[in-house]
């Protein structure tokens, strides 16, 4: 699997799964989620209506990933996973590693060769950016997954330098 690091907007990102940093109810907010589904337009939000009616009545739990259309996205599908939020007291970067090895195995078992992940809670759940990065890319380098092509997409200076010290 080649990993690499870009600068930008992951709703320009021409994959088979763009990764949204959601959060439980699914039905969109503000960051990169926000982004997705201005972008992707209102079959993303159906879909993930759906979902709610049915397999997560009670919301996707943190840590977890499901994959909806991407709409008019140039992708094949969204994968929505729920960051933890950041906390000083307890540790949650088991929930945050989740994320990731989670859309990696929804994407994988959908037939996904490429796919682009935002940094998971570091942004509206204020994960630090060092420590987000570090987890991200432990994360994706130790799940066993089909996946090709995997692109971390940041969207400012912290975030992306984090990254690319993170990947060494
Ligand atoms: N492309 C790539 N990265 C982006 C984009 C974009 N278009 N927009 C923001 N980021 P956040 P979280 C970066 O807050 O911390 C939402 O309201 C951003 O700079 O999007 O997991 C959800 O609905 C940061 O580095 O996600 C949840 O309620 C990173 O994406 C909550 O925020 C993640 O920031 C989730 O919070």
Known sequence: ?????LKGDITHQRVDAIVNAANSSLLGGGGVDGAIHRAGGPAILEECRA???S???RGLPTGQAVATTAGRLHARWVVHTVG???SE??????????CYRESLR???ELGAASIAFPAVSAGVYRWPAASAAEIAVA???EAGTDI?????VLFNDEVLEAFQRAIG
């Open 1 to 5: 699997m080649a990993i690499s690091i």
């Open 51 to 53: 979902l709610r009616a």
């Open 55 to 57: 397999r997560y009545g």
């Open 84 to 86: 933890p939020v950041y």
């Open 89 to 98: 007291t307890e540790d949650r970067s088991a929930l945050l590693t989740s």
């Open 106 to 108: 929804v994407a994988g």
């Open 139 to 141: 994360a994706v380098r």
């Open 148 to 152: 090709e092509d995997l692109r971390f």
